[in-house]
């Protein structure tokens, strides 16, 4: 059986299009979340998947950061499963790894390589984070929803009446300025009833 496991780290980021490439995929069953990668602990449908499957499945997954954000939790999900007798297949990353054939020396660097891209991406977006943070509270500044500064906001809310054109999507339009989907969508909200 095809098995599809799909994730993603916050509630509003979107599972369709994991959901999709799943269903191409010949996945027969979906294991779906909305939970951060960051830890295997908060990860039901992950504990779920691993304990359903059985010898001669295949999970697929999209993207291996999808799987998992660090490389050892990474290593050691493919590591049970394929000791289960489970394949596992990300179809981005064009990699699979076959149970009771190991891996090809290729595969393995790839793999290895892809993971620690995922935790390196992982790790750089809580510095820079961190760091934010630290500066908007050294000048004085309120996080959160009533501290966007105005001009963020406005450049959101032009961003999102010009989704169709520029192709954007809100959480591209929530990276690039920094302003939160609620926000973004309590503003939309604000204007509509102006």
Do not use: W
């Not at 299009?17 to 010949?26: G, I």
């Not at 779920?48 to 499957?53: E, G, K, S």
């Not at 054939?101 to 790790?123: C, P």
């Not at 300025?177 to 909200?189: F, N």
């Amino acid at each position: 059986m095809r098995i599809g496991y799909a994730r993603v780290s916050t509630a509003g980021q979107e599972l369709e299009a994991q959901e999709v490439a799943l269903r191409e995929a010949r996945c027969e069953r979906l294991y779906v979340e909305k939970v951060t990668g960051t830890s295997t602990a908060p990860r039901t449908q992950l504990t779920a998947m691993i304990d359903q499957v059985r010898e001669g499945d295949t999970v697929v997954v999209t993207k291996i950061d999808r799987l998992a954000r660090s490389i050892i939790d990474l290593n050691k999900i493919v590591t049970e499963l394929i000791d289960k007798g489970v394949s596992v297949q990300f179809l981005r990353d064009n990699i699979t790894f076959e149970a009771g054939k190991g891996a090809s020396s290729i595969n393995t660097l790839l793999f290895n390589m892809l993971g620690s891209f995922a935790q390196f991406e992982r790790d750089i977006i809580v510095e820079r984070t961190t760091e934010g943070r630290e500066r908007a509270k050294a000048a004085g500044k309120h996080m959160g929803r009533k501290g966007q500064p105005d001009k963020n906001v406005q450049q959101a809310l032009d961003l999102m009446a010009n989704r169709q054109s520029n192709g954007m999507s809100v959480s591209d339009i929530v990276k690039v300025t920094g302003v939160p989907k609620p926000t973004i969508y309590a503003k939309i909200k604000e204007q509509t009833k102006a």
